[in-house]
């Protein structure tokens, strides 16, 4: 009968352990995510929150928290932009989201890998994960199809 409750607590505390480190999004995926950056045509500048991270195409690390070191807690995603003379600019919003990892923790990984998972940043993951501008040119483009007649297309710039 000892043999038997030893090999059963050992087998419980064996799956207790891989429960806890396996459903542990810090664990998965970390608190970094990686977020890949085009643009047609390529070469265009990528700004994040209004600081400049260099130029398309160009796979960039973001804290999954959705802010950087320093920023205030309530922040949650990033504002990218993505700019390139002669052409409008690209705008769009990474926002934060819980990722389904972080609700292993709960069914194995209990107390302990939840707070890792909401202290490091893990239990998010960041939406889209791939950003893709198709660059439109700016200004005024004039078209001549028929020698009669001359058509102007502009596109405006919302405020």
């Known amino acids: 009968m000892d043999k038997l409750i030893k090999k059963t607590i050992l087998s419980l505390l064996t799956l207790f352990s891989f429960g806890a480190l396996v459903s542990c999004a810090s664990i998965i995926h970390g608190k970094i995510q990686d977020i890949v ?3 047609q045509p ?7 929150d ?11 690390g973001l804290p999954r928290n ?4 320093g920023e205030p807690s309530t922040k949650q995603g990033y504002k990218i932009s ?4 002669g052409y409008q ?3 769009t919003i990474l926002q934060r989201k ?3 990892w972080f609700f292993g923790n709960i069914i194995l990984g209990g107390v302990i890998g939840i707070v890792i998972d909401a202290v490091t940043g893990s239990m998010y993951k960041l939406t889209p994960n791939q950003v893709s501008a198709q660059m439109k040119l700016s ?3 004039v078209f001549n199809y028929n020698k009669k007649e001359v058509y102007i297309a502009t596109t405006l710039q919302p405020d």
Do not use: C, H, W
């Open 37 to 39: 950056v085009s643009s």
């Open 42 to 48: 390529s070469g265009a500048k990528i700004f994040i």
């Open 50 to 60: 209004g600081k400049e991270f260099g130029q398309t195409p160009k796979v960039l």
């Open 66 to 69: 959705g802010r950087f070191e």
């Open 82 to 85: 993505i700019t390139m003379e």
């Open 89 to 91: 600019p690209y705008e």
């Open 98 to 100: 819980v990722d389904g």
């Open 139 to 141: 200004g005024a483009n």
